[in-house]
């Protein structure tokens, strides 16, 4: 806490008496430049950083002991901190995490926006039946366009000065566990099991990606972070949304993701796409192993999986792996996003890290 004023009033020092200039404060505090203009992200509920805080929903995470590590506590992020997103803005240099769709108003936009949604899928029913309203990819992209009619006004009006803006900042993508956990994998109120092999949905979910993305590089994007999917099943012993081969079918759309970047990086002309291999990340980490997963850290619902509002939680969120029954802590975040970031083996990224990718 001394730290955190002391660090402010240093801030606040420096802005008055140094650098007036808002953009120059943060690079005098921080020391660190920010790499890239702006940073977009796209996904559910991993990513979300108060999206879903107005909707009609029970995907929701702004109460405690939501935040319960988080400087501005609870906001609509699922974890008790930082989300994988909030890590990649600091360690690009961003000064600030990135707003979302929801409440971002003004220039801030100019630094990107965060349109995640809880509960939200690639497909537009997942999680309708469920939980109630979310803001599924095909509405993201949408709220992108409001962004980017915005963002081009600010920028003077300059199609080809925006264009050259969009091309520089990089849009990080987490979605498609939904499609499994809130479609898929419930027969008796989602169809798609009954229509598609597990092979042919992995295939499905993946063409419809492909055509969102390519909406986002017609928009203008060129640098792409895809995170694969991870399981949702570690301390799910209670969680509805848990079932046993639900590893092996995720990984058929881990393996389908990846030949789309090739194919991707190989249709699209000047784009980068990247796949985070969040599976083998989360596979080749003693530290993340060495943590209590059989339990959630928080009191867990058992019908949502999430935190139950003001319930108790482990005193030492470091040890667990799970926040709620769903959701990782912090601290696997940390880890997950600090080998997207940096790759520490070749199997982390393809074809190459989100570092590299803010330099290619
Ligand atoms: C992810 O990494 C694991 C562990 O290194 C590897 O076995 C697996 O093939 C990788 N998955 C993909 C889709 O590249
Ligand atoms: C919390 O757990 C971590 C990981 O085991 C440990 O390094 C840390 O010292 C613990 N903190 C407290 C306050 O016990």
């Given amino acids: ?52 805080n107005n909707l009609v929903t029970l995907a929701k995470s702004n109460y405690p002991p939501y935040g319960i590590d988080f400087p501005k506590g609870p906001t609509g992020r699922f974890t008790n901190g930082r989300t994988i997103v909030d890590f990649i803005a600091e360690f690009l240099g961003f000064d600030n995490y990135i707003p979302p769709f929801a409440t971002a108003r003004g220039r801030e936009i100019l630094k990107g926006v965060n349109y995640a949604s809880g509960a939200a899928g690639i497909r537009i029913e997942t999680g309708r039946t469920q939980l109630g309203d979310r803001i599924s990819m095909d509405r993201q992209l949408k709220n992108h366009q409001i962004t980017l009619l915005e963002m081009n006004q600010m920028l003077g009006n300059h199609k080809k000065s925006t264009a050259e803006y969009l091309s520089k900042c990089i849009y990080v993508v987490g979605v498609g566990i939904n499609d499994y956990l809130i479609n898929y994998l419930l027969p008796q109120y989602y169809p798609t099991s009954t229509i598609y092999t597990p092979q042919q949905y992995a295939v499905v979910l993946n063409n419809q990606l492909s055509q969102q993305l390519t909406s986002l590089y017609k928009y203008g994007a060129r640098k792409f972070a895809l995170f694969g999917l991870q399981s949702a099943c570690g301390s799910g012993t209670t969680s509805s949304t848990c079932v046993d081969n639900i590893n092996n079918v995720i990984e058929l759309f881990n393996v389908e993701l990846k030949s789309h970047v090739a194919a991707l990086n190989h249709y699209l002309a000047g784009a980068s796409f990247i796949f985070i291999n969040t599976t083998g990340i989360g596979l080749t980490s003693p530290f993340l192993a060495s943590l209590v997963s059989k339990v959630s850290c928080c009191e867990a619902l058992s019908t949502t999986g999430l935190c139950v509002p003001f319930g108790r939680t482990c005193s030492n969120r470091s040890e667990y792996a799970f926040y709620d029954s769903i959701h990782p802590t912090e601290i696997v975040v940390s880890v997950f996003a600090g080998r997207a970031y940096k790759a520490q083996s070749p199997s982390d990224a393809y074809p190459f890290d989100i570092s590299h990718l803010a330099q290619h």
């Fill in 1 to 52: 806490m001394a730290s955190q004023i002391n660090n402010t009033i240093l801030r606040i020092l420096l802005v008055f008496l140094l650098v007036p200039n808002m953009q120059q404060r943060c690079f005098a505090a921080t020391g660190k430049q920010q790499q890239i203009p702006c940073l977009f992200v796209f996904g559910d509920s991993s990513l979300d950083d108060g999206n879903n």
